[in-house]
């Protein structure tokens, strides 16, 4: 049986896996095209990093102790514990969706090649709005590379990848930008700070702002 032709990169945005193994020879691959499989898979990788970034986030502890799991915004001077519980949540649904990404590459056959895992960068982030901004720009980053996986999936005639990147992964992370707009504004207005002085601004964000419990 003839080996599937190599296909030309295309100039992209989308984080390509340079030393991707392709599963092309494999009778378990259903249908998958090489380049959605290096995509799937690359994307991936963007998913766990989030996931490792935001899992920093809130297991952040000053000075040289070792790591917890306290949040930055459960110090005994912080205290803000919806807001604690608001990035928990979210660390959870980015681990939860690298973890779905994985499982829609392996169910239709794909490989996934994994990488060193980078310091996640978050360690400057010490309080709401740093925190809000620091989440806002990275959903609006993975939402923008999986346009670009659905239709590189279309393009491919992997109608069903790019049905499923856009109602599992797409659709929802719009939403969860939304609400991160509206709570950024809100902190703003409220007057939190970008340091870790604190005030009444984060007292009354934590209190009052409904969308800290959805």
């Not at 001077?77 to 649904?93: I, N, T």
């Not at 797409?170 to 950024?184: A, I, N, W």
């Amino acid at each position: 049986m003839a080996a599937e032709p190599a296909e030309k990169r295309l100039k992209t945005g989308l984080p390509l896996c340079a030393a991707h193994r392709s599963s092309a020879g494999s009778r378990a691959r259903h249908n998958l095209q090489a380049a959605v499989e290096e995509a799937l898979c690359g994307v991936s990788s963007l998913l766990w990093d989030g996931a490792y970034r935001l899992q920093a986030l809130v297991r952040q502890q000053g000075g040289e102790e070792p790591v917890t799991e306290s949040s930055v915004f459960e110090r005994d001077d912080v205290a803000l514990p919806r807001v604690a519980s608001f990035f928990h949540q979210e660390a959870l649904k980015q681990q939860q969706e690298a973890e779905a990404m994985l499982g829609y590459l392996a169910e239709r056959g794909g490989n996934y090649c994994g990488k060193d895992v980078q310091k996640p960068g978050c360690e400057a982030v010490c309080a709401v709005i740093p925190a809000l901004e620091l989440l806002l720009l990275q959903l609006r980053e993975e939402a923008d590379v999986l346009v670009e996986l659905s239709q590189l999936a279309r393009n491919h005639g992997d109608p069903h990848t790019a049905s499923v990147v856009k109602s599992h992964f797409l659709t929802p992370r719009v939403d969860r930008l939304k609400l991160l707009g509206d709570l950024l504004t809100n902190a703003r207005r409220l007057g939190c700070t970008s340091d870790q002085t604190g005030g009444f601004g984060e007292y009354i964000l934590n209190e009052l702002q409904e969308e800290l419990t959805g």
